[in-house]
């Protein structure tokens, strides 16, 4: 089945440690995203990479760091230089171009990070 | 910042009555326009789209839109319980990426 896998599900953190969410997907996809969800906000996008080896700042990049040494992944890495970490996070992924004109971003199903 | 508002809700509903959902956004550039249903813990789903101005129907669902008023809109025809959930309005303001509203929570009343 193809799909994007994202790990852990859960995951809590102590203030000032950093911590890496995978993110991993088969369905040969060259852009993927990371989003960050609030309660009663809407997605904002923290990285996105169109292209292996190349990723962009989204609008929320700070205390946030990526890498996307392949297709496959896109890890991000919550630094403790983020002040408020406490979120659901989402990784998608694309046909770079095709999002703008259809919406179609497939979604993993989120990791949700609790800084104690 | 280019921007996205949606009103936050909640919005409830009887079953059977139609749900109304608003959008508006900032950009007049935007071209393409999405709903996406999202339900509680969950990662969110496409469920319409829509380029041109006026209607656009699939099965219970009607985008409109209205690119002068920079308004866009979802009508959800004889609600479910199985429709209460989030809905995101979404606007491309470039090639590569979304920008998403806060969304608006829905509740079908049985």
């Known amino acids: 089945d193809g799909g994007i896998t994202q790990s852990p599900k859960y995951l809590f953190r102590k203030e000032g440690q950093n911590v890496t969410l995978s993110c991993e997907q088969n369905l040969n996809h060259d852009a993927m995203y990371w989003y960050r969800q609030d309660p009663g906000q809407g997605l904002r996008l923290i990285y996105y990479s169109q292209i292996v080896n190349d990723f962009q700042k989204g609008d929320i990049a700070e205390g946030y760091s990526v890498s996307r040494e392949k297709k496959e992944s896109f890890p991000l890495t919550v630094t403790s230089a983020q002040k408020n970490p406490t979120a659901f996070y989402l990784c998608a992924s694309s046909i770079p171009g095709r999002v703008a004109r259809t919406g179609e971003l497939f979604f993993g199903e989120g990791s949700r990070l609790t800084v104690l | 910042q280019k921007e996205v508002e949606q009103n936050s809700g909640p919005l409830s509903v009887p079953e059977g009555a139609i749900a109304s959902l608003n959008c508006t956004y900032s950009d007049r550039g935007s071209q393409s326009f999405f709903w996406y249903r999202q339900y509680s813990g969950k990662s969110p789903e496409l469920i319409m789209f829509?380029?041109?101005?006026g209607d656009k129907e699939d099965g219970r669902f009607t985008a409109q839109l209205n690119k002068a008023s920079q308004y866009v809109s979802l009508l959800i025809r004889d609600s479910q319980p199985s429709d209460s959930a989030t809905y995101l309005c979404?606007?491309?303001?470039?090639?590569?990426?979304?920008?998403f509203g806060a969304g608006t929570t829905v509740t079908v009343r049985a």
């Open positions: 979404a606007v491309n303001f470039n090639d590569y990426k979304l920008s």
């Open positions: 829509i380029y041109s101005n």
